[in-house]
């Protein structure tokens, strides 16, 4: 694949943002948001929580949220994605309560929530699980000193969202660093707020006691940028990843020139050569600015192709090899024994009916279609469309042969790549 591919804004700092937006007195214009289904699911929720929301263009949305007064976020709305856990921190700091059935999201083993509600518990909440809700309420809540036993993207916004507008100062200590929370933090503080620290591990909220409107734009979709970084490399291509921070793909840029790619970076973009059969490296997936989790199974997917053995171990989740049975059907050589795959590069992957079993598994199995001999059929690609914007469009634009296609069956209307 030879060409240029456009990176859309970054899913999980939209999906951090979106939610922060409840704690605005006044209206915040979003640009750069990604069309993909978990942003759309987190705009729905607002709007059925009362807010006023206005599509501008693809990329930017409005919205009022003076009008919510509900603090209560049903199951059905909850339960499709991850980031819905957002509302709980989101809706404390609003109202001092919430009412968040419990969040869902993709299927990596036990996904705890203890480390979120440590934080709120810190700032003064009592948070109870009753009747498959969680429930959290403060009279007041007051800046403490909070250290995660485990560093967690999630827990560190959800306790950002809190404390943002509680009393006085908030430490949150063993930080997730990823680059949506700078993202979240930046945002909040065009809001009014007053968040430092945020990139590094001891982020500090000196509560305000309002935040205002915003205009904001969100920052490009490292992970993206990662699987199109891939999918150069994994074709043989010369693709030039453009609306990216090279910052941000350093841990991706470092491994595929283990690999034997040739990576050249820009300001705002970086341009990915590979000529050869990727060579064989190690990679240990750890939170940022470790090698990304998110990009595991995509990095495996290369790896199976390597000229030797290859040792992926996952140092972020318990569960996150599921997808290797469907390499396995295309031929890959792969052995998992708990959070580590043993990869015996094999010299070519065979096209097969394979099923995306999450979000990045599914953008593996693409990566491993775009390799293969033959033609590959993947089978719920909706996983595929909760994190990728376009994907079919960008990649047939750099000379992919992809398409979608909907099968018209009478109970279920499934799409497939
Ligand atoms: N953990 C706890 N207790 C907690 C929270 C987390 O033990 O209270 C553990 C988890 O079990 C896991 C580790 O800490 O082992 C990291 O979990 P984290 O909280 O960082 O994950 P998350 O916030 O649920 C976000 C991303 C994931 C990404 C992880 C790790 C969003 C919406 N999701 O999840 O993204 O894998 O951070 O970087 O930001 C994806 O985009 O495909 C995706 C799954």
Redesign the pocket.
């Known amino acids: 694949m030879v060409g240029e591919v456009a990176v859309s804004g970054a899913?999980?700092a939209a999906?951090?943002i979106i939610p922060a937006v409840l704690l605005s007195d006044g209206i915040c214009r979003i640009e750069n948001v990604p069309a993909i289904s978990?942003v759309n699911v987190i705009i729905k929720i607002l709007y059925e929580l009362g807010a006023y929301v206005k599509v501008i263009d693809n990329t930017t949305v409005e919205i009022d949220p003076t009008h919510i007064n509900s603090h209560i976020l049903s199951a059905s709305m909850s339960s499709k994605?991850?980031?819905s856990?957002y509302f709980i921190g989101a809706m404390l700091g609003r109202f001092k309560k919430a009412k968040v059935a419990p969040p869902g999201?993709?299927d990596?083993?036990?996904?705890?929530?203890?480390?979120?509600?440590?934080g709120f518990e810190a700032l003064g909440a009592t948070v109870t699980i009753d009747g498959g809700m969680v429930h959290a309420h403060a009279s007041e809540l007051v800046g403490s000193s909070i250290y995660l036993?485990?560093?967690?993207?999630?827990?560190?916004?959800n306790i950002m969202l809190a404390a943002v507008k509680a009393r006085g100062l908030t430490i949150i200590e063993n930080a997730?660093r990823?680059p949506?929370i700078v993202d979240l933090a930046n945002f909040l503080n065009s809001m009014g707020a007053n968040i430092m620290g945020a990139g590094t591990d001891v982020i500090k909220i000196r509560g305000v006691s309002s935040l205002h409107g915003t205009t904001y734009s969100v920052i490009p979709d490292q992970?993206e940028a990662g699987t199109y970084m891939l999918a150069a490399a994994i074709t043989g291509g010369d693709l030039t990843i453009t609306n990216v921070i090279p910052k941000h793909l350093e841990s991706i840029s470092a491994k595929l020139i283990e690999c034997g790619a040739e990576v050249i970076e820009y300001d705002e973009a970086v341009r990915v050569i590979m000529n050869r059969r990727p060579k064989t490296c190690n990679v240990l997936t750890m939170?940022?600015p470790g090698f990304?989790?998110?990009m595991q199974p995509q990095m495996t997917t290369l790896l199976a192709l390597s000229d030797g053995v290859s040792v992926m171990t996952e140092g972020?989740?318990?569960n996150r090899f599921k997808y290797v049975d469907q390499l396995t059907l295309m031929g890959a050589k792969i052995k998992v024994d708990g959070k580590v795959a043993i990869i015996n590069g094999v010299e070519r992957l065979s096209a097969a009916p394979v099923k995306a079993t999450?979000?990045?598994a599914g953008a593996a199995m693409v990566l491993a279609g775009l390799a293969a001999d033959g033609k590959t059929e993947i089978e719920n690609v909706e996983f595929i469309d909760r994190?990728y914007d376009n994907i079919v469009e960008k990649l047939s634009a750099v000379g992919a042969d992809i398409r979608r296609v909907t099968y018209i069956d009478p109970l279920t209307s499934r799409s497939a790549v």
């Not at 036993?149 to 916004?157: L, M, R």
């Open positions: 899913k999980n999906v951090a978990d994605m991850r980031a856990s999201g993709c990596f083993g036990v996904r705890p929530i203890d480390q979120h509600i440590k036993d485990k560093v967690s993207v999630g827990a560190t916004v997730a990823e949506h992970i939170p940022h990304p989790t998110d972020v989740w318990d999450d979000l990045r994190g």
